[in-house]
């Protein structure tokens, strides 16, 4: 990438304020913000959203390795203490400007007892206009009915219905309301809250995907093309292991621990 466009900060109440520096040598970006409501890393996806422009002569599908320095994260809770973290590698990929745009199943980690967050999303920028997402997850950890949402970072839509027909699958049926969906940011757009049982041992993993009853048209009015064959994998953490860095592609093995893990 050859400069920094933006940065921006997710937080729950809008109130984020963020600065970013960039080193067009060395490529390393340094990100500083701070929310007076302390709800940054409230909600589903991406807590920092840095854009960069491309260089134009980029191959398509060339791969680069990013990774957050851990040594540099200095990240504090809404009541002033230090926040524990591990971080992951990822991996930025270079599509082509029309690439089609796909639909996946999001999983990331889950605390026992506390409210896991799957769903669904995409690799990269295309309009969404309606649609039904099935996701299907193996149930052993649920306690109690799903709910889901669309944060407005991904565009403005709404929710028109829930439904948990059998345990282990949740169909959210839903419109975008400004034609913007998924044409700001890429990701995981559509998040389904689940309570999680409390005696849920650490380090279980279950399989999140979607399902056949998964249908999304865009802004064309044409299906979007659905991944229903690699499952995702929702992993039970400590609760100290509170923050993940990460990027499209990042391996879910391969992180570093904090001194609180």
């Not at 309301?177 to 389904?192: H, I, K, S």
């Amino acid at each position: 990438y050859t400069a920094l466009l933006g940065v921006e900060v997710l937080s729950g109440a809008g109130d984020a304020v963020a600065n970013a520096t960039f080193d067009p040598l060395t490529l390393r970006t340094e990100v500083t913000f701070s929310s007076a409501s302390g709800t940054v890393n409230s909600s589903f996806g991406p807590l920092v959203i840095v854009r960069y422009a491309l260089d134009p002569a980029l191959e398509l599908d060339r791969r680069f390795i990013l990774r957050v320095d851990p040594d540099a994260l200095d990240l504090d809770a809404a009541d002033g203490q230090p926040v524990p973290y591990f971080t992951e590698k990822g991996r930025l990929r270079v599509d082509d400007f029309d690439a089609d745009v796909s639909l996946e199943a999001e999983a990331d980690h889950a605390v026992p007892g506390a409210t896991a967050v799957i769903g669904a999303g995409t690799e990269i920028l295309g309009e969404i206009a309606s649609g039904t997402i099935e996701i299907l997850f193996e149930p052993g950890f649920a306690d109690g009915p799903a709910t889901a949402s669309i944060h407005p970072a991904y565009g403005a839509a709404v929710i028109d219905a829930v439904e948990e027909p059998a345990p282990g699958v949740v169909r959210v049926t839903f419109h975008s309301t400004g034609d913007d969906l998924n044409t700001l940011l890429p990701g995981p757009f559509l998040a389904v809250s689940i309570p999680t049982r409390a005696d849920v041992a650490v380090g279980s993993r279950y399989e999140v995907i979607l399902g056949a009853g998964t249908a999304v048209l865009d802004g064309n009015g044409q299906l979007v093309e659905v991944e229903m064959t690699e499952p995702e994998i929702l992993r039970f953490v400590q609760a100290n292991l509170q923050f993940l860095s990460g990027f499209d592609d990042g391996s879910a093995d391969d992180f570093w621990t904090g001194g609180n893990s």
